[in-house]
């Protein structure tokens, strides 16, 4: 482990002295036997005696125990932290650099251009972090959520990230959220973090994993059948004699994927596989003090879940699922056949990718490389480009030191730098491939439209790294492992063996580079300087208070058409360059929402002038004119990532309400935070109902906990249409909004008392 980075043992010593007592409170106050997710939420109630527990309804109030940022986020998230007075945090945190590295030729080059380019950035992210006690990870260290599994997670801890892939650190037993930066700055100034208590949903796994199937084929099987919806407003806890046949970094891409389900995270029970992961990544005190509460750190017998999916692992086929939807499933071979030539999906594999915080653990690379030496041994290679990325640091001088680089190399794989890169839009493509449509296969999480390139025409299919591996080699979509056969260069046909892999290293993990840098004891002579003319940094300026008057007359600047993600409302790509630059990464704002009314990406009608124009320039131009405004989404809006760009963006703008079927939890979260107001239609085909020119009157403010808004739909030539929208705010929220922002509410309290 890295010198001056990890969990304090008398943090976990903390956290496990307090744990029986809780557990035992809360089955007497539930009246019956708990889940581990009960158990760990009640050992972190900020009021365990009073705070009421009925699940999918209470909001309640909760006290971390750290905090992670990854660089794309944590700069809005500092932003605003700067704004709340305090010399240092109120909880352990750590900064993560792996956003802004672009993938483009190798690991060496790309590293060097991205020091250079994003130098701005970095050194305000290290002398913020140096300032305010916050642990800094500089580029190169690897993937925020990799970091995390191996130095801070611990069996029954629980965290926040500002990243929608934290719950990968369930992998180790912790209850771990992804969140905007608001919550974050809650929780570093040291307010609770709130959040409606969750329902649970259990998947009771039997049998054991084999052949070419793997974890990631049991998130994608949980994802065929929950849906991306299927988990919102829920954790899902792993159960079963099959949950413990599971690696931790298996468990960990099981609850990583677990986002695209929208569950608020996802956990699995205290086990051996945990305590050898512990006793690896140099943790052996963990693991001993974790052993000693072990009954704690699983469920109880007969423990109570809202649903239950069992799943027999030794019946699991490898599976793909895309493109632009992670719960679009199919088997191998002649079904993701089948449906290509339905779709008419090209075959050819374009582009063939391993790594991410999803599947870039040692196991994974083992498992990989163990199919390339296959290959190797009988003349093969990659009849695509196949790029590798490392998960850390620690990872890539690993694998480096036990050949299994040059393994994956050997068959014509680039290795990239240890960061996020293609999966979350990092990548240059050439525009030869893009400017058509073409087929790409991964082992990340997620597939949205222009996810990983910015292209349309990339139809990206999330798979297991040892299926993208023989994916690869044949170079078709439609290649089955299990049964088919490669022709080699001397003519033979090649049938694959399954993969094998090692769940640790032998000889130990290698820490590679030390690129951690710990903060100061006293920060406070540090200056941290924004430049003015900065075009990628900019000081915030709070958001204005609610004026106490209702929403009148509404334009609708927007009404997207099926899937919303924040893909979709604040691109990545090319834009993460501006993510702490709230002015300038507003260019962005709905730029990927397919119009309703047209059928027309990023462009709708401007009441000023009517006219079309895009709809960040409608935007911009609403609020210099001081138009107020609202928007219309679909199922799920908000869906994908944490970013609450996405939120603030609209708010910057002039938006106040959001209308949708339906919210994605994070999202849905990051609106209220920000002042505006989310809201459901009661009656879901009241989105049918909205016309482009329509306006929408928003009456009664401020919302009243447990009761319905009441809107009134304006029709241009005069007639109304009076209509009901569902609200999840609590007595809290409320203040939230009335005040313009979480935020505010928390200078507020901060300069109350100092």
Known sequence: MTSGAGT??????????????RVALGKRRLGRPLSLTEKILINHLVAPETQEMERGRNYADFAPDRVAMQDATAQMALLQFMTAGLTTTAVPSTVHCDHLILAKVGARIDMGVALDTNREVYDFLESVSAKYGIGFWGPGSGIIHQVV?????????????TDSHTPNAGGLGMVAIGVGGADAVDVMTGFPFNVRWPKVIGVKLTGSISGWSSPKDVILEVARILTVEGGTGAIVEYFGSGADTISATGKATICNMGAEIGATCSVFPYDKNMAYYLKATGRDNIASAADKVIHHLRPDEDAHYDRVIEIDLSQLKPQINGPHSPDRAHRVGSDISAAASENNWPLEISSALIGSCTNSSYEDITRAASVARQAAKRGLRSKTELLITPGSEQIRATIERDGLLADLEAIGATVLANACG???GQWERSKEITSKPNTIVNSFNRNFPKRNDGSANTL???????TVIALALAGRLDFDPTIDTITAPDGSAVRLEPP?????????YESGKNTF?????????IEVVVNPSSNRLQLLRPFPKWDGKDYLDLPVLMKARGKCTTDHISAAGKWLAYRGHLENISGNLFAGVVNAFTGIPGDGLDILDDMSHPFPEIAKRYSNAGISWCAIGDQNYGEGSSREHAAMEPRYRGGVVIFARSFARIHETNLKKQGLVPLTFVDPTTYDLISERDTISVLGLPPIPDQPVRCV??????????????HTFSAEQVEWFKAGSALNVVRRKLSATH
Do not use: W
Not at 500 to 508: A, F, K, Q, S
Not at 714 to 723: A, R
């Open 500 to 508: 094998h892999g090692e769940i640790l290293p032998t000889r130990g």
């Open 149 to 161: 599994l191996e130095h801070y997670a611990f069996p029954g801890g629980m965290m926040i990230g």
């Open 713 to 726: 739909l304006n029709k241009p030539y005069g007639t109304t249409i009076e209509l009901e929208a569902f």
């Open 422 to 424: 293609p999966c979350i």
């Open 517 to 525: 840098v710990a903060p100061p004891t006293d920060g406070s002579a």
């Open 460 to 466: 990206s299919f999330v798979t297991s790294p040892d």
């Open 8 to 21: 304090p043992r008398e943090l976990v010593d903390h956290v496990y002295g307090r744990l029986g007592q």
